[in-house]
């Protein structure tokens, strides 16, 4: 990777992200599914959503988005993913719970020629775990992000971690996913992944807002 004072060795290269072979999957970010959401504060969710699908769109890796039934009270999808990722691709279905039992889904994975599935989604403990566990099963890497995905209660989460986890699927949150697809700041876009940080992490902004009135002030 370019930016890096020494490329990693080939083992500890796979130990990472590589937005090289990387699909985002968001599925089933419902507004009316949100209603049920518990587990996390619903506008965080919605905010982590956002920004997952930002880094995706900023590191050029595809995104597949999905419904089980968006015209029923499950509702449909956030409408800000369109304007936070342009280029996804949006797969409709024909009311399988899980996107894997879809074919048009599958094909569409399939078609990146890509093998690691970065997964987030509403429900946590249904529309990503099960085809995360059917796409583990398929010979697929797959990544659960937790801070973008919802369940309607904490013990929901709990259950679901636990059996991911035992599954071999990786649990990670939205900045783990925007670190590891950046690997270094020096790059010629740090100034759009340092806008990201300030859009995930309230805090940071502030930080890098105090920053730079501190590095202006220091001129006079």
Not at 47 to 57: D, H, P, Q, S
Not at 109 to 116: F, N, Q
Not at 141 to 161: C, F, H, Q, W
Request: net charge negative.
């Amino acid at each position: 990777m370019q930016g890096l004072s020494r490329q990693p060795s080939e083992a500890a290269s796979q130990v990472l992200l590589d937005p090289d072979d990387t699909v985002l999957l968001l599925l089933d970010h419902q507004t009316g599914l949100f209603q049920t959401v518990k587990d996390i504060p619903v506008a965080e969710l919605r905010a982590n959503t956002v920004v997952l699908a930002k880094v995706a769109e900023h590191a050029k890796a595809p995104i597949i988005t999905t419904a089980s039934e968006p015209n029923g009270p499950n509702g449909p999808l956030m409408p800000e993913l369109a304007t936070a990722a342009p280029s996804a691709k949006y797969v409709a279905r024909k009311g399988e719970v899980s996107a894997w039992d879809n074919a048009d889904f599958v094909k569409a994975v399939e078609a990146t020629g890509r093998k690691t599935l970065v997964m987030a989604g509403v429900w946590t403990s249904v529309c990503v775990t099960f085809p995360a566990l059917q796409a583990k099963a398929d010979g697929y890497k797959v990544y659960a992000v937790i801070d973008a995905s919802g369940d309607p209660s904490e013990m929901a989460s709990r259950t679901t971690l636990a059996r991911l986890t035992q599954a071999g699927i990786i649990p990670v949150t939205t900045n783990v996913v925007m670190g590891e697809f950046q690997r270094t700041w020096n790059r010629p876009d740090a100034a759009q992944w340092g806008a990201l940080y300030n859009e995930l992490v309230p805090n940071y902004r502030a930080a890098s807002e105090s920053y730079q009135r501190a590095q202006e002030a220091a001129k006079y």
